[in-house]
């Protein structure tokens, strides 16, 4: 069996509420966020993911899954977040998932303040002021130079195969990729390209990881204009591989371009024409997109 068909295969054990729980850990990684919001002269705690409205129906599609949280826009109309702010649902519902499937991206130095936050927060033997004092010494403390997730710190880039996608599930990287990836299609008048991308400000390593995941040859760049590290692949054989692997696995509107992104690869030397018409509409489908 290749070894990208025992990734596929790793996980079909799991029941759908254990695949969603790492698929959110994946889109947290990727555009989620744990806050201690100071509000007058106390504290709050907020989980929140962010989507612009052309994305909504996923936040609704989270809320539906949790079963808690609200769902809002902005003022603008152009941005829309889920949230949850009530400390019972967050160790009810959120401290279980995030305990059990860690984050990997640097965001696990947030969630562990945040939860830290939260049992400053819930000890009654505490007066209000030592409270404040105390998570104002939290939110004080900057994330470390070079900061590596718990998760992923004790693989490096020999590790075995077997080894990194032990931490790194299929349903994690869908999560990720539902908020991280990019799925390119460009019809040029000479030449059609077809091509995946993953951007991230800070954790190199982790796209360093996610590269020997799915067998992308290419090597992880940073973008000195854009002040991001880049994993990209026009492979075709890789391409192919991402098509069969994350396939009826997506849930907002990247499954929709994931579908279009396969029927493009599927026509682009039989079909001309038909590549044109989707690289079109991907243009007007209004989502965030990466240049290289």
């Given at each position: 069996m290749r070894e990208n068909e025992k990734y596929k295969n790793k996980l079909n054990m799991l029941?759908?509420?254990?695949k969603f729980k790492l698929w959110l850990v994946g889109f947290t990684?990727?555009?989620?966020?744990?806050?201690i919001v100071k509000s007058g002269g106390t504290f709050r705690l907020q989980f929140s993911l962010s989507q612009s409205t052309y994305n909504?129906?996923?936040?609704?599609?989270?809320?539906?899954?949790?079963?808690?949280?609200?769902v809002t826009k902005d003022s603008k109309g152009i941005g829309a977040a889920f949230r949850i702010t009530d400390r019972k649902v967050l160790n009810k519902v959120i401290f279980p998932i995030f305990d059990k499937y860690p984050l990997l991206t640097r965001k696990f130095f947030n969630y562990e303040r945040f939860k830290k936050a939260y049992l400053i927060l819930e000890n009654a033997q505490l007066t209000t002021e030592i409270k404040n004092k105390m998570i104002e010494e939290l939110r004080s403390k900057e994330l470390p130079?070079?900061?590596?997730?718990?998760?992923?710190?004790?693989?490096?880039k020999e590790s075995k195969y077997e080894d990194i996608?032990?931490?790194?599930?299929?349903?994690?990287?869908?999560?990720?990729?539902e908020a991280e990836g990019h799925f390119g299609v460009y019809a040029y008048p000479k030449r059609i390209t077809i091509d995946f991308s993953i951007a991230q400000k800070l954790d190199e390593f982790l796209l360093f990881l996610i590269k020997r995941t799915l067998h992308i040859p290419n090597n992880v760049n940073y973008s000195k204009t854009r002040n991001i590290y880049v994993l990209y692949t026009n492979n075709s054989r890789v391409i192919e591989d991402l098509i069969d692997t994350f396939r009826g696995k997506l849930h907002g509107m990247k499954s929709l371009e994931f579908k279009l992104w396969s029927v493009a690869n599927y026509y682009k030397k039989t079909n001309v024409k038909k590549v044109h018409q989707i690289s079109n509409i991907f243009s007007k489908l209004g989502r965030r997109n990466y240049k290289k």
């Open positions: 029941n759908e509420e254990e990684d990727g555009d989620g966020c744990f806050s909504l129906r996923l936040l609704y599609y989270i809320k539906k899954k949790l079963g808690y949280g609200s130079v070079n900061y590596v997730s718990p998760a992923i710190s004790h693989l490096n996608v032990n931490v790194i599930s299929v349903y994690w990287l869908v999560g990720f990729i």
